[in-house]
């Protein structure tokens, strides 16, 4: 299992994550439905690294309208998948 640092998300009009990415790395762009397989199965973990470097896993949520990642917000949103620049 390899962990994979996020640093950017693709979204589409409105605002949904649909892929995540680290420029530079060999397995960048991952669409969310990769990514989603990955963490179920154990393969690879997604993270972010907040302001301070503490690290926070990207989850699996199943919505209302289907399965998505996310981080837990917590005092900051600067390691939510919403704000990070796009890939």
């Not at 199965?41 to 699996?60: A, C, L, P």
């Not at 919505?63 to 996310?70: I, N, Q």
Request: hydrophobic content about 20%.
């Amino acid at each position: 299992m390899a962990d994979r640092q996020v640093t950017h998300s693709g979204k589409d009009r409105d605002g949904d994550i649909t892929k995540l990415c680290k420029p530079g790395e060999s397995w960048t762009p991952r669409t969310k439905s990769d990514a989603i397989n990955d963490i179920e199965s154990k393969t690879h973990t997604y993270f972010v690294r907040q302001q301070g470097g503490q690290r926070v896993d990207i989850e699996v949520v199943n919505g209302s309208s289907g399965k998505y990642l996310r981080t837990d917000r917590d005092k900051t949103t600067k390691n939510n998948l919403d704000d990070l620049p796009d890939c």
